[in-house]
């Protein structure tokens, strides 16, 4: 695999390691500081750095600073192109450079035509992988910096969709760049490390959505998390809903009310565009904080300034289609690794657009309440959603960073792709105080194999024998619909357009109900004492096969048996 190729020529003890998110909107450094991750600043005190690179007279900018010449400098700013790397121009869709340097077809392979040379008004084609590589540099750079030392390998997160020709480019990216990969890492697994890095974090098996929502495309993935290790049950990738779809519905709101007054419109003015859409992002920001934000572009068009408020609720109105394919995301996810949405324990909401409120607030009605929502407007214990790969990256290249390339690549795989895992829960069936069968799950399903756990189960209160019965099990929604009641007549003026029409609707039922399948052993455990608790052992090896013991907690000997799955 390309992803561990690790630069020789840097001893694991004299390495200077961090984190590194590179998006096609924005990119984070992070290191480790006493086990805890740490988001840099840039020269300019930005965490979150645009993916921008943008040449003025031969000097070269980066970041914010970049960005701003979006308005006053595009064709010799280059933007959005991560996505691009490892590709051919035939497969590559420029939708979001219409506004800065265009990509340009040089046999086949992407180049940006730039003036970058000093005292030289020609301008030169840079290629994508040397883009790349000098944003690189950049980012580094500043990382370095801040560190005082210089910056010598990193952790890099990629989408999980990057197949092993990306992977390569930005490996070499990075190489150029004098930068060693000692690993990439799913963006979604960094997400979940971040989490499960913090001290109070409990590492519990779960199921875990990461919705990262970015600035041009948004990316959802189920995880199960078992003991530690994390499997990818199933991922989706769009590129229709995201950040930049916030900002166009703003951007055309406003256009309007500018027509409005002035008969004219911004959007055919590429700079009126460029202005329009840099405070669209300003605004859609600021009503992530507050209720209420302010719209202003000195000199919009025609010399004329251009002024204006908006409000959350106008703003949610205005995006709602928007917001709405959030939701659709998610559920498709869910659906695709085959779970329902009571399965899911944790959704960790990450990247830039998961700031808002609305978004957040949308998922929390389609999962149960028993689901925690990660994101600042529905936990006030969840980790900024714009640094969390990054820090995730930065804890993983510490603890990697003491590795020689081979052993990183041997030890750091396992953990987070594809190992066997168990396709059917275990559990233990005992008979309940009414002598009903009652199952105890014990390993839940896509647990990463080889693994062990162990439950108690409570004896009947009077002791004596106990049955055990271990079993496979797989759940099922059991679904109850309401009594229909009459409907109400409501009153005609009623506006009931708003985003939760269908609020006052009867709600079915739904709950997780456990189906047993296949028994795999059973044990009798004599003359239990009152009160008594009998522990139940399960460990699954790596060739699937299954031990399990049985005693009593506290009495001596017990019982074991292996069989295979
Ligand atoms: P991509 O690769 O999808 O383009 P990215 O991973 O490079 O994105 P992120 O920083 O995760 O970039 O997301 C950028 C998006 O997040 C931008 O659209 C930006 O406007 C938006 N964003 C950043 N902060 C906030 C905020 N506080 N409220 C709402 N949106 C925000």
Same mark, same amino acid.
Request: glycine share 6%; aromatic share 8%.
């Given at each position: 695999m390309a992803e561990s190729k690790a630069r020789t020529g840097v001893e694991p003890s004299d390495? @200077?390691?961090?984190?590194?998110? +590179?998006?096609?909107?924005?990119?984070?450094?992070a290191y480790t500081v006493d086990d805890k991750a740490e988001v840099i600043a840039?020269?300019?005190?930005?965490?979150?750095?645009?993916?921008?690179?943008?040449?003025?007279?031969?000097? !070269?900018?980066?970041?914010? $600073? =970049?960005?701003? +010449?979006?308005?006053?400098?595009p064709t010799n700013t280059i933007a959005y192109f991560r996505d691009f790397l490892g590709k051919e121009f035939k497969s590559i869709d420029p939708t979001h450079c219409h506004a800065s340097a265009h990509p340009k077809d040089v046999s086949g392979n992407i180049s940006f035509s730039v003036k970058d040379q000093p005292e030289s008004e020609e301008a030169s084609d840079v290629n994508i992988s040397e883009t790349a590589a000098r944003y690189f540099r950049r980012l580094v750079g500043s990382a370095s910096d801040y560190l005082g030392k210089k910056v010598t390998s990193a952790v890099i997160t990629v989408p999980t969709n990057f197949n092993d020709k990306q992977r390569e480019a930005l490996i070499k990216a990075a190489?150029? =760049? %004098?930068? !060693?990969?000692? $690993?990439?890492? =799913?963006?979604?697994? #960094?997400? @979940?490390?971040?989490?499960?890095?913090?001290? %109070? #974090?409990?590492i519990k098996d779960k199921i875990v959505v990461v919705a990262d929502l970015g600035g041009t495309r948004s990316d959802v993935a189920v995880i199960a998390s078992r003991g530690g290790m994390y *499997?990818?049950?199933?991922?989706?990738?769009?590129? !229709? +809903? =995201?950040?930049?779809?916030? %900002? $166009?519905?703003?951007?055309?709101? +406003?256009?309007?009310?500018?027509?409005?007054?002035?008969?004219?419109?911004p959007r055919e003015n590429v700079k009126s565009l460029a202005k329009l859409r840099l405070e669209a992002e300003a605004t859609k920001k600021a009503l992530s904080l507050g209720t209420n934000a302010q719209f202003s572009v000195e000199s919009l068009l025609d010399g004329f300034d251009f002024s204006s408020t908006i409000n959350r609720l106008r703003y949610e109105m205005v995006a709602r289609k928007v917001f709405e394919g959030f939701n659709r995301l998610v559920e498709g996810a869910v659906k695709k690794a085959e779970l329902d949405v009571l399965d899911v324990d944790e959704v960790i909401m990450c990247g830039g657009t998961s700031h808002t409120p609305r978004i957040a607030n949308n998922l929390a009605g389609i999962f149960p309440e028993t689901t925690t929502i990660l994101a600042p407007a529905t936990s006030a214990t969840a980790i900024n959603p714009s640094e969390l790969q990054a820090r995730g990256a930065a804890l993983q290249a510490s603890l990697i960073q !003491?590795?020689?390339a081979n052993d990183i690549e041997q030890s750091t795989h396992a953990? @987070? *792709?594809t190992v066997k895992h168990i396709a059917n829960a275990i559990g233990v069936l005992t008979i309940g105080a009414n002598g009903e069968e009652v199952f105890s799950p014990v390993m839940q399903v896509e647990t990463a194999v080889p693994a062990r756990r162990t439950v108690h189960i409570a004896a009947p209160k009077a002791g004596g024998d106990v049955i055990i019965k271990v079993v496979e099990g797989g759940t099922h929604i059991k679904v109850t619909k309401p009594e229909p009641k009459a409907k109400e007549e409501k009153p005609a003026d009623e506006d009931d357009s708003d985003f939760d029409s269908d609020e006052d609707e009867e709600e079915e039922h739904r709950e997780k109900i456990w189906k047993t399948g296949k028994q795999l052993a059973e044990a009798a455990i004599k003359d239990v004492k009152a009160n008594g608790k009998?522990? @139940?052992?399960?460990?699954?090896?790596?060739?699937?096969?299954?031990?399990? *013991?049985?005693?009593?907690v506290g009495g001596k000997g017990g019982i074991r048996g292996t069989l295979t799955a």
């Open positions: 390495r @200077v390691v961090i984190g590194i998110t +590179f998006g096609n909107s924005n990119s984070s450094i840039n020269e300019d005190g930005d965490r979150q750095i645009p993916t921008v690179l943008s040449y003025v007279d031969g000097d !070269e900018y980066y970041g914010v $600073q =970049a960005k701003s +010449f979006l308005v006053r400098n190489n150029d =760049a %004098d930068v !060693e990969v000692l $690993q990439l890492i =799913a963006d979604p697994v #960094a997400a @979940v490390l971040a989490y499960d890095a913090r001290p %109070d #974090a409990e *499997t990818i049950l199933a991922t989706v990738h769009d590129y !229709e +809903f =995201a950040g930049v779809n916030l %900002d $166009q519905a703003l951007m055309d709101h +406003f256009a309007k009310e500018f027509i409005k007054k002035h008969n004219k419109d !003491e590795y020689d953990a @987070v *792709t009998v522990e @139940v052992t399960v460990n699954v090896l790596g060739d699937l096969s299954v031990t399990v *013991t049985a005693r009593e």
